[in-house]
């Protein structure tokens, strides 16, 4: 009794990563799966071991597990809501059925879902069409309903492709617009296939796999149509009847059978193998000569199924590091895509060797298209890693030789920021350098990751894969024909937009297009200005005024002074000669200190008007911030300039003191207060 196993068979590339992603979970803190994570009891009963523990509701607030099943919009929002860490393990493609859905729904679209109403994975993929997806489960259900102007039809992952097809071509004899969404997983479909080709060749097929397992019910479906078929969960379901008078048995296995149970069910029919033999002795004499041509025929994909051992993987010397293989695509996660390679070999294409940028591998790539990739290496788990990016080397340096030598500009994303520069994905890495970059110096390149820079190759090394590349060569050509263009228009008196490109102590530096101006600090506002910060910020977009232009030293002075209207013309208007202000001290200078009326008015308190005693040192009598009283001596409206005397105010206020002594409450009779404290002295 020979025994062999389909060519694909067992777990599928989206059960395989979710196992691993609960199992690196489960050894953080309990994990729990909002039901069975796959169907297989055996299987789920060593993942709860674990500490993978089956939930039917949210009531858990820890780290909750989304099975590859997939849920709706929903629950996402109740799991976030109640503060859970959510780890989605949702296979590829029924994401993907969730996307699309979702989309032609959202687009006025009546979308069918061929499947199991029953199903989560149905039920999570019209949640989020907003339930308005209709599920049927056959031909005859779909002409009950009556049909929109607009249909869309996809289908359970698992389904069987000969019932879509058939709804197909039934909704391509209706007048309407239609959208087909092809979304049955390639799993099933290469499953169904080898479980077919094996049918036919042997005497007994055996499906392993959960009775409630969609694709595993399929495969013994499609099994039983050329040969007796069983389903079984695990080993000691196996009968030694079922493989009396029986010389070759197939085995296939659902997408959610885990290898421990495959080869557990091998080995209890390797037990059996034994304690038929004499019985099929006699039978096994009469084909004999048959059985004989049959054993010396060439071990071809055609003729003989893949009967190694399971776990079996290809030889690497097959395959050499190097070579080029075109494949077709069969599975494709986030990061890394499943590649059929041929040769009953699948290579594993992660996301680091398909592109230099980051990118999510579904948007990107789609089941069933041919891609030439290149054979890296075998890793430790026997996997065939493979390279799309090593395999188009080649041909991205004979086209950036091309654009080298047309002087072309190029666009390309940033990708790393190094020592002395940053790298650059032109189809390979490329660097530019720090110098190389923009035309002022750049102290900080954090900002620089994803963006997308202009450049023109300086080298090019193919033989090294070296390839050095300037985006500051462009920025000067451009800067030059802006420049020439804004010399010859610009004039003094102009009014021009600008943006602030660098601060310095003494000013500001804005772009005009082509040139810098130099917007001085005495230029930024009425009042004093410290610093430029204090008024424009890198990056703003201001408007200036142009006080001077020299084309010989393309030098251009600006101003924003010159566009705001003068405080000091309005504010004068309140103040008179001879009154008392409340002021304060903004600014102590050797011959005295400057007091502020209000912002933008300032007045001088000479050293000689601070106080009736003669002083030396400013500071001795008054400090910044101070808050004193003056008497305002003079106003030059032309030279805008205000004189103030604390010393007068105190006189001032000391002859209405000693006026009001005196009983005299009007004083408007006497020539002046001298006179009336003379008058008194001399009584």
């Not at 019932?163 to 071509?169: C, D, K, P, Y």
């Not at 694709?215 to 379901?237: F, G």
């Not at 003989?304 to 050499?320: A, K």
């Not at 900080?444 to 060569?473: A, H, T, W």
């Amino acid at each position: 009794m020979e025994i062999i196993v389909a060519e694909h068979a067992g777990f599928c590339f989206g059960v395989e990563k979710a196992i691993q992603a609960a199992e690196k979970a489960a050894r953080r803190e309990p994990v729990f799966s909002l039901g069975p994570l796959l169907h297989n009891k055996q299987e789920t009963a060593r993942l709860k071991k674990l500490g993978i523990i089956e939930k039917d509701e949210l009531m858990e607030k820890g780290a909750v597990l989304i099975r590859t099943h997939g849920v709706g919009p929903q629950t996402y929002e109740l799991l976030e809501k109640q503060g859970s860490k959510i780890i989605d393990v949702t296979c590829p493609h029924v994401k993907k059925a969730q996307k699309v859905a979702r989309e032609a729904a959202e687009q006025g679209y009546q979308v069918f879902i061929l499947g199991d109403h029953q199903h989560v994975e149905v039920q999570g993929i019209v949640a989020w069409t907003e339930n308005k997806a209709i599920v049927i489960n056959s031909l005859e259900e779909l002409k009950k309903i009556k049909l929109k102007d607009k249909v869309a039809l996809l289908a359970q992952t698992t389904e069987k492709e000969t019932n879509f097809n058939e709804l197909v071509a039934y909704l391509q004899t209706q007048p309407l617009d239609l959208k087909i969404l092809p979304t049955i997983c390639s799993a099933t479909r290469i499953r169904q296939k080898a479980a077919v080709k094996l049918a036919k060749q042997v005497d007994l097929m055996i499906v392993i796999g959960g009775r409630h397992s969609s694709n595993t019910k399929k495969l013994k479906e499609v099994c039983q149509k050329y040969v007796t078929t069983y389903q079984v969960e695990q080993a000691d379901e196996l009968q030694p009847k079922w493989f009396q008078n029986k010389f070759k048995i197939g085995v296939t296995a659902g997408a959610s059978t885990p290898d421990w149970i495959i080869k557990e069910v091998i080995e209890q029919m390797e037990e059996y193998k034994m304690d038929v033999q004499e019985e099929n002795m006699e039978e096994s004499s009469k084909q004999n000569n048959v059985a004989t041509e049959e054993a010396v025929l060439p071990q071809t994909e055609e003729t003989t199924p893949n009967s190694i051992d399971l776990g079996e993987q290809i030889n690497i010397q097959t395959f050499r590091p190097g070579d080029l293989i075109t494949g077709t695509i069969v599975q494709v996660a986030s990061d890394e895509a499943l590649i059929d390679i041929g040769g009953k070999s699948e290579g594993i294409l992660p996301v680091t060797e398909f592109s230099n940028t980051k990118v999510d591998l579904c948007d990107v790539l789609e089941v069933g298209e041919e891609i030439t990739v290149e054979v890296v290496k075998k890793d430790e788990e026997g996997n065939i890693i493979l390279s799309r990016k090593r395999a188009h080397f080649n041909e991205i340096m004979e086209h950036l030789a091309q654009v080298k030598k047309a002087n072309e500009i190029i666009e390309a994303p940033v990708i790393e920021i190094v020592k002395g520069g940053l790298l650059v994905d032109v189809g390979v890495k490329g660097f530019v350098p720090a110098s190389q970059v923009e035309l002022f110096f750049v102290k900080d390149f954090s900002e620089y990751l994803q963006k997308v820079l202009r450049l023109r190759i300086l080298e090019l090394e193919p033989e090294k894969g070296k390839v050095v590349l300037s985006q500051r060569i462009v920025l000067a050509e451009e800067r030059e024909k802006q420049k020439a263009a804004l010399l010859k228009d610009i004039e003094a008196g102009q009014t021009r937009k600008g943006v602030v490109k660098r601060l310095t102590n003494f000013g500001a530096f804005v772009d005009l297009g082509g040139l810098d101006g130099l917007l001085h600090v005495s230029e930024l506002g009425w009042q004093r200005v410290d610093h430029p910060s204090d008024v424009v910020q890198e990056g703003q977009e201001i408007e200036v005024y142009v006080l001077s232009v020299d084309r010989d030293k393309e030098k251009i002075s600006l101003s924003l002074k010159e566009l705001l209207p003068d405080p000091w013309q309005e504010a004068i208007k309140k103040y008179e000669v001879n009154s008392i202000i409340t002021g304060k001290v903004v600014r102590i200078v050797s011959f005295g200190a400057f007091v502020e009326l209000e912002p933008g008015l300032d007045g001088l308190v000479h050293i000689s008007k601070i106080s009736k005693q003669r002083i030396d040192t400013v500071s001795d009598v008054l400090e910044v911030g101070q808050e004193i009283q003056a008497k305002i001596m003079s106003i030059d409206v032309e030279r805008k300039r205000i004189s103030l005397s604390i010393k007068d105010a105190l006189i001032d206020e000391e002859e209405a003191k000693y006026a009001s002594y005196l009983g005299h409450q009007d004083t408007q009779d006497l020539v002046t207060i001298g006179d009336l404290i003379k008058e008194n002295q001399g009584e």
